[in-house]
């Protein structure tokens, strides 16, 4: 079984890590799946594209790394 964190392919097809930073800030190959996403959570959540914002984005996404918090659950 695969636990969080153990990727199949660590690596992208451009050569970066994968990771979300690669997806939402980097990585080409995903530049037309990234615009959709970020027009459409944009539009849902009515505000517009800023560093700001995909820092919150960022934020959220990659949030595995929580130490104090997150273990008392299991
Ligand atoms: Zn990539």
């Given at each position: ?10 690596y992208?097809?451009c ?5 979300v930073?690669?997806?939402l800030l980097?990585?080409?190959n ?6 959709t ?6 539009n849902g ?8 914002t ?9 949030n595995?790394?929580?130490p104090?918090?997150?273990t008392a659950?299991?």
């Open positions: 079984m695969h636990q969080l964190g153990a990727a199949d392919e660590p992208c097809e050569g970066e890590p994968e990771s930073e690669n997806f980097q990585c080409e995903y530049t037309r799946e990234r615009k996403l970020f027009t459409n959570l944009y959540l009515g505000i517009r594209p800023t560093d700001v995909k820092r919150l984005l960022l934020t959220t996404t990659t595995t790394d929580d104090g918090h997150g659950n299991r």
